[in-house]
C-alpha cells in the first residue's frame, strides 16, 4: 500500500492537470458557447481508458468520453505512438456525447511505455450535416445529422495530416471558428499531456500507475460502504419523454443487491427515427455524475464511482439505439428522462433506509430533461453565414430537497458544481445580431411544495441587424411535467412563443427546424423547472410571504396553491383547513380500504421504519407518517390505500395528473404525473423486507 500522503499529493497534482487542460481550452477557443459558456472539459484516463480524474464544468464528459480511448485501443492497438493525436465524434464509434462534442485523445507515453491518456472535449458550433449546428429534429438516421468520425488520427508521431484537416473544412459551416475550436482541444489535451508525462517521471512509471489505480480502488470502496447502508431492495419510476403528440416510455427499475446498484431500463420504447436516442454508455455517464455527490461527496469522481452500478438497456431502444437511428442529442431529452427517473428510484431507497448517509441529500430528481436549447443559423453582422446556440434554453430550474428550497438557473438539487456559465448579454448582442429585451427568473407556482423547485429562465430577445433568421427548436417537458416527491407539485411546462407585428404571443411547438425569424421579431421562452417537494399547504407561511415579495407568485398563487392570504395568519389557518376537508370530499374511495382491525393491528407489531417519503413500515402495515392512518399491507403498493383525485390538475391532453391523499387529513403524499390511460401509478416496488414480508409467520407468532 502507498503512503497515504504521496496518493493525496499524486490525487491533487492530476485534478489540477485537468483543470489546467480545460483552462487552456476556453483561453484559446473563440466560439462563445466554449470561451464563454465554458462546454468543455479535459480528462485524464488510464492507460487502459479508465477515468482517472476530470477537470471543466462539463462532467458527463469525464466518463463518456473514455469510451474512444477503449475503442482507440480495439482499432489501433500496438500502433498508437508517441506523438500521435485523435479525434472521434460518433457515439457509435467511441465518440463522446453527441457528434458536436468533439473528443480529442493524446497518448502520455514516458521512457517508451503507455502510461496514461488525455481527453479533451468541446461542443462544436458545426459538425456539418442538413442544419447548421447539427441539430436536425427533421433527420430519420444518422447519415443526415454530421460529419462522423471514428477514432482517426489528425495527428501521426506530431506530423499533423492535412488530408484529415481538409475533410474537416470542406464538410462543416463556419469552418474557421470549428478549427480554431478543435485546435484549442488540441492545445488543452498538449498542456496536459506535458504535465502528466513530467509527473509520470517525477514519480516514476510504476508508482503512478499503482497510485492511480489505488485511488480508483479507495473510491469503489467507500462507495460500496455507502450503498450498504441502502436498503436491498426493488424501486421502480417511471416518466415519459415527449415528440410531437407522441410519448415515449422510460422507466427504471433500481435493484439494491449488497454493495451494487443495477439501474434496469428494460422495457423502453424502440427506438425512434428521432434525434434524441441515447446509448447505454451515455446513461451511464449521466447517472454516475450525479449519484457521486449522494454516496461519496468528498471522493473523487474517478472510475471507482462507475464500478459500483450497472446500467441494463434493451439493445435497439430508445436508450441503446443502434445505426442508422439518429442520434444528435442522446445526453438530452431521453438521456435526461432517464438520469431523472434513476435518480428518483435511488431517492426512494435513500428513503427507505433509515441509516443511510445519504438522506441529508434527498431530493428530487435532476431537470435536465426541460433543456430548452435552440440553433439560430443566417447571415451574421458581417452578412456572412453565421450561426449560433442559445444555451440560455438550459438554465432550468432545480426540483426541491427535502429539507430545502433549490436554486434557479440550476438543474441539480444535489448539485457537484458541474455548470457551463451564461454568456454575459453584451457579449451575446456584440457576437449575433439580436437584441435582448430582458433575461430573468420566471414567476409562478410550478414546482410548489413544502419546499418548492428553483425556478427556470424567462428570456425574450429580437432580431436585429439581419433580414431573417431561422430556428432550430430543441425543446421537452412541453407537455409531461416533471413530477414532485413527497406530495410537492409538478414543475412548469416549456413554452416558447414569437410576438407578431400587432403584439401578440403565437405559442411555437418545440422539436422544429427552419422556423423563420425576421428582423424586427422578438423571440420569448420560458423555461421549465422539477417538482416541489411535500405538500403546498404545509410550506411555512412567512417562505410564502418572502416568495411573493421577490415576485415569484401572485397573490392568487399564494392563496390557492398554497392556502396562504398574504398578511392574515387567521385567514390562512382557516383556508388550509378548507383545502384539506375539499380534497377528501371530492376524492374517489381508496382501492384498497384499510381499517384498524384487529388482524391489521396484529401485522403492525414491529419497529417503525421508513418505507417512503411521507409513509411508514410498522411491521407488515404501511402507514402514514404524518397521521399514522393505515394504507396497505405488505407488499401491496401504499398507493392502495390513498383516497385518489383523478385530475387533480389541469394539464395537456394527454397527460394525467392525480393526488393520492392522507386517507385521515387530506394532505397530499403523492401528486402522480403518466400518460393518460396508464393503469398504474409512476412508483412502485419498495424494500425486500416490505416486499418479502411474510403475513403467515407474522399471525402465526400472534
Keep these: 500500500m502507498l503512503d497515504p500522503i504521496l496518493l493525496e499529493v499524486l490525487r491533487g497534482k492530476i485534478d489540477a492537470i485537468a483543470q489546467d487542460g480545460a483552462k487552456t481550452i476556453k483561453r484559446t477557443a473563440i466560439s462563445p458557447v466554449v470561451a464563454d459558456n465554458g462546454d468543455c472539459s479535459c480528462s485524464i484516463y488510464s492507460a487502459e481508458g479508465e477515468l482517472l480524474s476530470g477537470g471543466g464544468p462539463v462532467f458527463i464528459h469525464y466518463h463518456s468520453s473514455g469510451a474512444g480511448v477503449r475503442k482507440i485501443l480495439d482499432l489501433h492497438g500496438q500502433t498508437v505512438a508517441e506523438g500521435d493525436i485523435f479525434l472521434v465524434n460518433d457515439p457509435y464509434q467511441g465518440g463522446g456525447l453527441h457528434a458536436q462534442d468533439v473528443v480529442v485523445h493524446v497518448p502520455v507515453f514516458c521512457d517508451g511505455a503507455l502510461a496514461a491518456w488525455v481527453g479533451t472535449s468541446g461542443h462544436m458550433m458545426d459538425m456539418g450535416g442538413s442544419v447548421l449546428g447539427s441539430f436536425s429534429t427533421s433527420a430519420t438516421e444518422c447519415i443526415q445529422e454530421a460529419l462522423r468520425f471514428p477514432p482517426i488520427r489528425v495527428y501521426r508521431a506530431g506530423q499533423e495530416q492535412t488530408d484529415i484537416w481538409a475533410i474537416l473544412r470542406t464538410n462543416i459551416r463556419m469552418s474557421d471558428m470549428v478549427e480554431t475550436d478543435i485546435r484549442s482541444l488540441i492545445s488543452g489535451a498538449n498542456i496536459a499531456q506535458k504535465q502528466l508525462r513530467q509527473t509520470v517521471r517525477d514519480y516514476g512509471i510504476g508508482v503512478f500507475k499503482e497510485a492511480m489505480a489505488t485511488l480508483c480502488d479507495l473510491t469503489e470502496r467507500e462507495m460500496r460502504r455507502a450503498i450498504l447502508e441502502l436498503e436491498p431492495g426493488s424501486y421502480d419510476f417511471v416518466s415519459w419523454s415527449e415528440w410531437s403528440d407522441k410519448l415515449y416510455r422510460v422507466p427504471c427499475r433500481l435493484m439494491v443487491d449488497s454493495d451494487h446498484l443495477t439501474f434496469d431500463f428494460s422495457g423502453a420504447s424502440p427506438q425512434t427515427p428521432h434525434y434524441f436516442n441515447s446509448k447505454a454508455y451515455v446513461i451511464k455517464a449521466l447517472i454516475g455524475v450525479v449519484l457521486h455527490p449522494y454516496l461519496g461527496h468528498d471522493l473523487p469522481l474517478n472510475e471507482g464511482v462507475f464500478r459500483v452500478f450497472d446500467v441494463v438497456c434493451d439493445a435497439g431502444s430508445i436508450l441503446d439505439a443502434q445505426p442508422p437511428a439518429p442520434i444528435g442529442a442522446p445526453h438530452m431529452d431521453v438521456g435526461q428522462t432517464a438520469l431523472e427517473v434513476a435518480m428518483r428510484a435511488f431517492n426512494m431507497a435513500i428513503a427507505a433506509s433509515p441509516d443511510s448517509r445519504a438522506r441529508a441529500g434527498m431530493s428530487g430528481p435532476s431537470a435536465g430533461s426541460g433543456f430548452f436549447l435552440h440553433t439560430l443559423a443566417g447571415k451574421g453582422r458581417t452578412g456572412r453565414p453565421d450561426g449560433w446556440l442559445m444555451m440560455d ?211 403492525s407489531r414491529g419497529a417503525v421504519l421508513p418505507l417512503d417519503i411521507g409513509v411508514d413500515q410498522r411491521g407488515g402495515v404501511a402507514v402514514s407518517a404524518r397521521s399514522g392512518a393505515p394504507l396497505s399491507l405488505a407488499p401491496c403498493h401504499w398507493t392502495l390505500g390513498c383516497p385518489k383525485i383523478p385530475d387533480f390538475l389541469e394539464t395537456t391532453p394527454d397527460v394525467s395528473i392525480s393526488a393520492y391523499l392522507d386517507p385521515a387529513t387530506g394532505h397530499l403524499l403523492l401528486v402522480d404525473v403518466v400518460a393518460r390511460g396508464e393503469g398504474e401509478p409512476s412508483v412502485g416496488g419498495g424494500p425486500s423486507r416490505w416486499l418479502n414480508f411474510a403475513h403467515a409467520d407474522a399471525i402465526a407468532a400472534e
Design 393 to 603: 434554453g438550459g438554465s432550468v430550474g432545480a426540483s426541491a430537497g427535502h429539507d430545502r428550497d433549490t436554486p434557479d438557473y440550476y438543474f441539480e438539487a444535489k448539485g457537484n458544481s458541474a455548470s457551463a456559465d451564461l454568456v454575459d448579454i453584451e457579449v451575446l448582442e456584440s457576437w449575433y445580431p439580436i437584441h435582448v429585451n430582458y433575461r430573468r427568473v420566471r414567476g409562478g407556482a410550478g414546482g410548489a411544495g413544502m419546499y418548492r423547485s428553483g425556478a427556470g429562465c424567462s428570456m425574450s430577445y429580437r432580431i436585429s441587424g439581419t433580414p431573417e433568421l431561422t430556428l432550430t427548436i430543441m425543446g421537452q417537458r412541453e407537455r409531461v411535467p416533471i413530477a414532485g416527491v413527497g406530495g410537492g407539485l409538478p414543475g412548469a411546462l416549456t413554452r416558447i412563443y414569437h410576438q407578431d407585428p400587432a403584439g401578440e404571443l403565437v405559442p411555437i411547438p418545440c422539436h422544429q427546424e427552419g422556423v423563420p425569424a425576421p428582423e424586427g421579431r422578438s423571440i420569448i421562452f420560458d423555461c421549465p423547472n422539477g417538482g416541489g417537494w411535500g405538500d403546498p399547504l404545509e410550506r411555512d407561511p412567512a417562505r410564502v410571504e418572502a416568495d411573493f415579495a421577490e415576485g415569484r407568485l401572485t397573490f392568487e398563487e399564494a392563496r390557492t396553491v398554497y392556502g396562504v392570504v398574504l398578511g392574515d395568519t387567521e385567514a390562512t389557518s382557516v383556508t388550509r383547513r378548507q383545502m384539506l376537508a375539499h380534497r377528501l370530499a371530492i376524492a374517489e374511495p381508496p382501492r384498497r380500504s384499510l381499517s384498524w382491525t384487529p388482524e391489521v393491528i396484529a401485522l
